[in-house]
C-alpha cells in the first residue's frame, strides 16, 4: 500500500507540473478572428482530460486527550497527516479521481495499553491511527478513492472506491479520515424538487482502520459489547453478508421536505427512515423549523449467523425508534430542542464501522446505538460571530438509559448520562487562508446505576475530554 500511494503522489506531481507549464506557455500574440481570440487547446483527446484535471491537498492535525475518573487512566494523542486527490476534467461524460491519504502517530499514550482497574483498552485516541494494529505509528495509510464517475445533465453514476453520506452509512469523520466505501453509487436528479440516490456497496473501509473488507467482514471490527444473555458477542468475522443495498429519495414541496431511505444488508437486517423537515420564513430574514423522524429495523433470516452467539442481529428481532425536534435561525443564532426514542421494542442496531446514527440528539464522543428503552433530550445553540470567521456551538443533553445489567437492551453497559459539548471553529484569511482551527470539548456525567464497577465508567460517563484540530486545504 505505501508503494501504491508513493507512486499515486508521483504521478500526480508530474501531473500538476505538466499542467503548470501549459499554463505558461502564453503566446506573445493569440491568434484572432474577427477581432476575438481564437483558443487553440485540444479538449477532444483522453490526454486533455487529465492536463486539465485539477488536484488537491490536505494536511490534518489533531489533539485528542481524554481525562478519566481519578483512579482510572487517562490517555492523549498526537496525529498529523495529509492527502492528495486528483479528478480529470470530463470526457464524454466520463471522470476518474483518485486520491490517498497518510497518518503519523507523532507522540502518544501507549494505546496498546489496557486500564490496570478495568482491564478495558483505549476507546477514542486509538481511532485517530489504525484501531487493529495500536502499535502502528508511521505506516497508516490508505488508498481512498479510486473510481470512475459518469455524468448525464445534474445526475451521474459513480463505480469504485469513494466517499458517501447518508443517513446510516456516512463519513463520521471525527478522526483522522472519514469512512470509505466501494461499489456502485448514483444519483438522480432530473426531476423537479426531487432527488433520487442510492447503490449497491460491496466493501467499507471503517474510520481508523487502512484495509477493505466486504461488509459483512467489516462488522465486528470495532468493540462488539454483549450478547442478549450477557455474554461477549462472538460476531467478527462471523457475520455472512457480501453487501449492501441503500436507496434514498427527497422531495420538496413549498416549505417541507420529505424523504424516505431504505438499506438492506444482505442477511443481517433493514433498515426504513421516514423524515419530514418543515422551515417557516418569519420576518428579518429568520425562519422557525421542525422536523420529525421514524425508523423501523427487521432482521433479515438468521440476523447474520445462523448461531445465536455470532448473529448481529437476533433473529425474529425488530427495534422501533422516532424523534422529533424545533427550533429557530438567522444568519447569526440557530438554536433548537431535541428528543430521540428508541422502544423497548429492541435494539436499535447499525454497524459502528459504518457511520453516525441519524438521531436528532446526536452528540459527538457518544452514540445510542445498541440500545433499547432510551429517552434522549437535548438542547443546541450556534451562534456565528459576525465578520470574524469564528463559529460556535454549546450543546447539552440527558439520555435515559436502560439499566447497565439489562443485556437484552444495553449492548455495551452505558449508563444513563448528562452531556455537554462545547465547540469553537475559526476560518484564517490573508496570508493564511485556507487554514482551519477547531476546539471541541465534550464532558458526560453519570445519572444511572454503575454497581460499583468502574468498567462501566471507564471512557463512557465522569469523563472529560479535549480535541484540537487543525485542518489546510489547498
Do not use: C
Not at 446505538?369 to 451562534?383: L, P, Q, R, S
Amino acid at each position: 500500500m505505501k508503494n501504491i500511494i508513493l507512486a499515486v503522489t508521483l504521478m500526480l506531481l508530474a501531473t500538476g507540473e505538466t499542467v503548470l507549464a501549459q499554463h505558461q506557455e502564453v503566446p506573445e500574440k493569440p491568434e484572432m478572428y474577427k477581432g476575438k481570440e481564437v483558443r487553440t487547446d485540444d479538449t477532444t483527446s483522453l490526454l486533455s482530460a487529465f492536463k486539465r484535471g485539477q488536484t488537491n491537498g490536505h494536511f490534518r492535525y489533531f489533539f485528542m486527550a481524554t481525562d478519566n475518573k481519578r483512579g482510572l487512566t487517562d490517555y492523549y494523542a498526537n496525529a498529523a497527516g495529509g492527502g492528495i486527490r486528483f479528478e480529470t476534467a470530463k470526457f464524454h461524460g466520463f471522470q476518474f479521481a483518485v486520491s490517498g491519504f497518510y497518518i503519523f502517530n507523532i507522540g502518544s499514550s501507549d494505546l496498546t495499553l489496557a486500564d490496570s482497574t478495568t482491564g478495558q483498552l483505549n476507546r477514542y485516541e486509538t481511532a485517530l491511527f489504525d484501531i487493529e494494529d495500536p502499535a502502528n505509528k508511521k505506516d497508516i495509510d490508505r488508498l481512498e478513492e479510486f473510481y470512475l464517475r459518469y455524468n448525464y445533465k445534474n445526475s451521474n453514476l459513480v463505480a469504485g472506491r469513494q466517499l458517501i453520506n447518508t443517513p446510516f452509512i456516512n463519513l463520521q469523520d471525527g478522526r483522522m479520515r472519514a469512512t470509505g466505501v466501494e461499489g456502485i453509487w448514483a444519483e438522480f436528479n432530473e426531476l423537479k424538487k426531487t432527488k433520487i440516490e442510492g447503490g449497491w456497496l460491496y466493501a467499507i473501509s471503517p474510520r481508523g482502520t487502512t484495509k477493505w473488507y466486504n461488509t459483512g467482514e467489516s462488522i465486528g471490527i470495532y468493540p462488539v459489547g454483549l450478547n442478549l444473555d450477557g455474554t461477549r458477542s462472538a460476531y467478527q468475522n462471523s457475520i455472512e453478508s457480501k453487501s449492501a443495498a441503500l436507496l434514498g429519495i427527497s422531495t420538496s414541496l413549498e416549505n417541507l421536505k420529505l424523504q424516505v431511505w431504505d438499506l438492506f444488508s444482505e442477511n443481517v437486517f433493514n433498515t426504513t427512515m421516514l423524515q419530514a423537515d418543515l422551515m417557516y420564513p418569519l420576518k428579518n430574514k429568520s425562519s422557525a423549523f421542525a422536523s420529525a423522524q421514524l425508523i423501523r429495523q427487521d432482521a433479515v433470516n438468521d440476523g447474520g449467523n445462523p448461531d445465536a452467539a455470532k448473529t448481529y442481529f437476533e433473529k425474529g428481532g425488530k427495534a422501533i425508534t422516532f424523534g422529533a425536534k424545533a427550533g429557530w435561525r438567522n444568519a447569526l443564532l440557530d438554536a433548537s430542542v431535541n428528543y430521540n426514542r428508541i422502544t423497548a421494542h429492541g435494539r436499535y442496531l447499525m454497524p459502528r464501522e459504518w457511520g453516525r446514527e441519524p438521531f436528532f440528539t446526536f452528540l459527538p464522543r457518544e452514540r445510542n446505538e445498541g440500545f433499547g428503552d432510551v429517552h434522549a433530550f437535548m438542547a443546541k445553540v450556534n451562534y456565528n460571530i459576525p465578520r470574524s470567521g469564528i463559529k460556535t456551538s454549546l450543546a447539552g443533553g440527558y439520555y435515559q438509559m436502560p439499566d447497565v445489567k439489562n443485556y437484552k437492551l444495553n449492548k455495551y453497559g452505558l449508563p444513563s448520562y448528562t452531556q455537554v459539548n462545547g465547540d469553537v471553529q475559526y476560518s484564517f484569511t490573508g496570508t493564511f487562508k485556507g487554514l482551519e482551527a477547531q476546539f471541541l470539548i465534550s464532558g458526560k456525567v453519570n445519572n444511572g446505576e454503575t454497581y460499583n464497577n468502574t468498567r462501566y465508567e471507564i471512557n463512557k460517563v465522569n469523563m472529560l475530554q479535549y480535541n484540537f484540530v487543525l485542518n489546510y486545504h489547498f
